[in-house]
């Protein structure tokens, strides 16, 4: 591709804008779902004014449990304040900001093709490949999401103006872009990529890239120092199995940017749920691809292999706790819309195939949208396709919990903790589960199922200090106070006396602002216990050192 010469048309922008908004406005009307309960709806952080300093200081403001390792993204918890202060504590501001952020994005691909050489058709035809593509779906849907869109965003505008004169601004976007979300490290590269598409030679394209690079460098070093766990846990197998998880990996986000049809909410698919399949259907369609058209596809492939580097190849060397996702792809769409917009400049022939392209992608979007309506609708859609899916047993455990459907409960929640049993969180659930059910039971069986209640707290509480646990801070005092509390209720009273005698002369948990009435709860009613049935046989009352751990808002 070549530059593009003389007046920019400003239509493809506005198409593209346009086409974005209309496929994804539905999700305005969504709720908060998953990861958004505790980074926007419960965060008391982001309505404080101290968090237009702390968002770059203290990663634990992100969210509301305290859970951050491996998160650092200033600027996405900056947007989220911003939500907070315009729209207050509704869903649906947070959505609209996601659907118009996403157009914008589209409109500055759409730009940016056009500078790179595609006609304005050309440039139209690719971005809205990108702007109406259901990768998009999870992106947008999820408020969470945000630090994807507003990297993305911000890297195409830093690309869009990357030439003689406005370097500092190309700068200062990307550099944006990297404290919106991690994942921008690879903008050094795309500079690159857009240099060669430019049509300049490898030595100037590798100069425009140097001082992205030394941003990227600067970033990650200091991501390193503020977060005491600047990686996650997990990572893949070592050996020749990790290469061959890595592979199937690859093909099936090849498959799904080819054909997104069946999309889920699934962090772990890996080589599950017929990956394996896909891993020669998606290579075999790049292969073919790169084969028919290797003009066009050359820039395309290494701009897609790229874009996969901070989220697959990493994993390699480095520990992240997702194996695959949608949103990991957002960065490598702009590969597909570069081939649609080079085969339609080539022959207008191809309009009309693109056009269908299109409209099926955006049919695939406007289908997958609701599946983010809600937590209900997020994990029943994926049940439906993964029965065994861990998360979506988690939720329909608690769920039937809600309804006081306790056998339901035990039941999903038990076969969650097989699929994951090392996962605190799901043994914290289940054991509420079994404590639920010990309360309904009657006789003899009231001391096994009490018993049983205890001891999966206590596997919650040995299984909290292993790693990113989520919803540690607040869950693991819970859990200690009712593991405590059932102690107490099996009889137990020299056990209870030892451990809470050594717990109060500790320090008091530092329980996060949305839980304090849950603990205060929990709180009460151990001292309630604690006064009736230890306090009487004890030198030293206990609940009144209890009750002075109670906690204000």
């Given at each position: ?256 940017a080819l054909l997104p049809v069946g999309g889920v909410f699934d962090w772990q698919l890996g080589a599950a749920a017929g990956a394996g399949g896909r891993a020669v259907l998606g290579c075999a369609a790049l ?80 289908n997958g949208s609701p599946a983010w309506a809600s937590d209900a609708t997020l994990w029943q859609r994926t049940a439906e396709r993964l029965p065994r899916h861990w998360r979506s047993r988690v939720w329909r ?38 404590e639920a059910r010990a309360a309904r039971t009657e006789g003899d069986a009231v001391v096994a199922a009490t018993r049983r209640a205890r001891d999966e707290y206590a596997a919650a509480i040995d299984r909290f ?89």
């Open positions: 591709m070549t530059p593009a010469r003389g007046r920019v048309a400003a239509w493809p922008a506005i198409v593209c804008a346009a086409a974005a908004i209309l496929v994804f406005v539905p999700t305005i009307g969504h709720g908060f779902v998953y990861d958004d309960h505790r980074f926007v709806e419960a965060n008391a952080a982001l309505g404080e004014p101290s968090i237009l300093w702390r968002a770059f200081v203290d990663p634990s403001v992100q969210t509301a449990d305290g859970t951050h390792a491996g998160l650092w993204r200033p600027l996405r918890t900056l947007s989220f304040a911003l939500d907070r202060l315009v729209f207050g504590s509704a869903s649906w501001g947070g959505h609209l900001v996601n659907v118009f952020l996403h157009g914008a994005a589209s409109a500055v691909l759409a730009r940016l093709l056009q500078r790179v050489g595609c006609s304005a058709l050309a440039a139209a035809a690719g971005a809205l490949v990108y702007a109406v593509h259901p990768v998009q779906v999870e992106c947008v849907a999820w408020i969470s999401s945000r630090g994807d869109l507003l990297a993305a965003a911000l890297v195409w505008a830093a690309l869009l103006v990357q030439r003689p004169g406005r370097s500092l601004v190309a700068w200062g976007l990307g550099a944006a872009a990297l404290l919106a979300k991690e994942q921008a490290v690879v903008w050094p590269a795309f500079v690159f990529l857009v240099a060669a598409l430019q049509g300049e030679r490898p030595g100037a394209a590798l100069r425009r890239a140097a001082v992205p690079a030394i941003l990227v460098g600067v970033f990650v070093g200091l991501r390193h120092v503020l977060l005491a766990q600047p990686f996650q846990e997990g990572g893949l197998p070592g050996g020749a199995i990790g290469v061959v998880t890595a592979a199937s990996m690859l093909a099936h986000q090849a498959w799904y292969g073919a691809i790169a084969l028919l058209v290797p003009r066009c596809t050359r820039i395309a492939t290494a701009w897609f292999l790229v874009a996969l580097v901070p989220t697959l190849f990493v994993q390699l060397a480095l520990p992240l706790n997702i194996r695959v996702a949608d949103r990991f792809l957002l960065f490598a769409l702009p590969a597909l819309a570069i081939v649609v917009a080079r085969v339609t400049s080539t022959s207008r022939r191809a309009l009309p195939a693109a056009a269908l392209v299109v409209a099926c992608l955006a049919a695939f979007s406007l455990g608690m769920s039937a919990l809600g309804a006081g459907d306790v056998e339901r409960a035990v039941e999903n929640l038990e076969l969650a903790a097989r699929l994951m049993p090392d996962d605190a969180k799901t043994r914290f659930r289940l054991a509420e589960a079994l200090p292993r790693g990113r646990q989520e919803n540690r801070a607040l869950l693991e005092p819970l859990a200690r106070l009712r593991a405590i509390d059932l102690t107490l209720a099996l009889g137990d009273i020299d056990a209870v006396a030892a451990v809470l005698t050594a717990w109060l002369d500790g320090e008091r948990p530092d329980v996060p602002a949305g839980g304090v009435d849950l603990w205060n709860r929990d709180l009460e009613r151990l001292a309630g216990h604690v006064a009736e049935h230890l306090d009487p046989q004890l030198e030293r009352p206990l609940a009144p050192y209890l009750r002075e751990w109670r906690l204000r808002r």
